[in-house]
Nanobody, 126 residues
Framework: QVQLVESGGGLVQAGGSLRLSCAAS????????VGWFRQAPGKEREFVAG????????RYADSVKGRFTISRDNAKNPVFLQMNSLKPEDTAIYYC???????????????????WGQGTQVTVSS
């Protein structure tokens, strides 16, 4: 059983930055695909960014492209989401998700992921 733990959320002003981390407790997840999702109040959970197991393939939602960067260093376990130029509309609970999947394909549907973290709140003030 893989348990994912997110950290790094908080309150930031518009234009600011935050870095979220997603770590797997109990094991490394170097052979897992990892995705970041977010859910704003009253909205469906949506895909933000995904990275394949080697880090060779990355995909972003159009709304965050050019502002967010997903990365991983498998030797050190965490997957990061660097968020720059934050906007009030980025306010949401951010979740990381993972699935053992050795492929270059990036999964954008939450149904494709087996494991989820508890979420971390990101609030961007205007």
């Amino acid at each position: 059983q893989v348990q994912l733990v997110e950290s790094g959320g908080g309150l930031v002003q518009a234009g600011g930055s935050l870095r979220l981390s997603c770590a797997a407790s109990g094991r490394t997840f170097s052979d897992y695909a990892v995705g970041w999702f977010r859910q704003a109040p009253g909205k469906e959970r949506e895909f933000v960014a995904g990275i394949n197991w080697t880090g060779s393939t990355i995909r972003y939602a159009d709304s965050v492209k050019g502002r967010f960067t997903i990365s991983r260093d498998n030797a050190k376990n965490p997957v990061f989401l660097q968020m720059n130029s934050l906007k009030p509309e980025d306010t949401a609970i951010y979740y990381c998700a993972a699935r053992p999947f050795r492929s270059s394909v990036i999964m954008v549907s939450e149904k494709e992921y087996n494991y989820w973290g508890q979420g971390t709140q990101v609030t961007v003030s205007s």
